[in-house]
T-cell receptor, first 115, second 115 residues
Framework: SQTIHQWPATLVQPVGSPLSLECTVE??????LYWYRQAAGRGLQLLFY??????ISSEVPQNLSASRPQDRQFILSSKKLLLSDSGFYLC??????????????FGEGSRLTVL | AQSVAQPEDQVNVAEGNPLTVKCTYS??????LFWYVQYPNRGLQFLLK??????LVKGSYGFEAEFNKSQTSFHLKKPSALVSDSALYFC?????????????FGRGTSLIVHP
């Protein structure tokens, strides 16, 4: 069966510090991968999605970036955090097959507080 | 463009009573529709989906949802609510074909089940 791992679960970072959140998926190949941010415990904002290695699309221009160094690894980064980067970050995956009905499977999230 | 509306920020129901969480959508062509549940400080969990066929779909934890094409709705239902059903519920839609395979999420509805 497939599993998704996301870490760290919680972190507190000062403004201007770097960020690295990691996500890995096991038990499948060529997944589509997603990073979402959830502010104030409500709506989801899509940040990045990837249909393959080195194929990453950004949905929102900001000081965050994403990389996919391996097929099942997705990393969210920032060189200098802003206060507004605080939030709950969610990684998700879905089967990367044409015709797949497209339900997403989410990690447990990473809560980032920027002080 | 596709969109999802969850008209209620919060739904309150007594334990043992039936519950309904509303969702309406807009999409080009036929829709794929999804419901997810999120418990506090956790990732989203996939509950159920409508792809085609029977308008009443059954999912996890006794939940079901009714697809109504004429009303462009996909309401989530459960015959008898449990206190443990208290959580945040998200509806999502994507087109069955064409366009992006990325689902659009509603803003979420907080379900509170009172003992």
């Amino acid at each position: 069966s497939q599993t998704i791992h996301q870490w760290p679960a919680t972190l507190v970072q000062p403004v201007g510090s770097p960020l690295s959140l990691e996500c890995t998926v096991e038990g499948t190949s060529n997944p589509n991968l997603y990073w979402y941010r959830q502010a104030a415990g409500r709506g989801l904002q899509l940040l990045f999605y990837s249909i393959g290695i080195d194929q990453i699309s950004s949905e929102v221009p900001q000081n965050l970036s994403a990389s996919r160094p391996q097929d099942r690894q997705f990393i969210l980064s920032s060189k200098k955090l802003l206060l507004s980067d605080s939030g709950f970050y969610l990684c998700a995956w879905r089967l990367g097959l044409a015709g797949n009905t497209g339900e997403l499977f989410f990690g447990e999230g990473s809560r980032l507080t920027v002080l | 463009a596709q969109s999802v509306a969850q008209p209620e920020d919060q739904v309150n129901v007594a334990e043992g009573n039936p519950l309904t969480v509303k969702c309406t959508y807009s999409v080009s062509g036929n829709p794929y529709l999804f419901w997810y549940v999120q418990y506090p400080n956790r990732g989203l969990q996939f509950l159920l989906k409508y792809i085609t066929g029977d308008n009443l779909v059954k999912g996890s934890y006794g939940f079901e949802a009714e697809f109504n094409k004429s009303q462009t709705s996909f309401h989530l239902k459960k015959p008898s609510a449990l206190v443990s059903d208290s959580a945040l519920y998200f509806c999502a839609v994507r087109p069955a074909s064409g366009g992006s395979y990325i689902p659009t999420f509603g803003r979420g509805t907080s379900l509170i089940v009172h003992p």
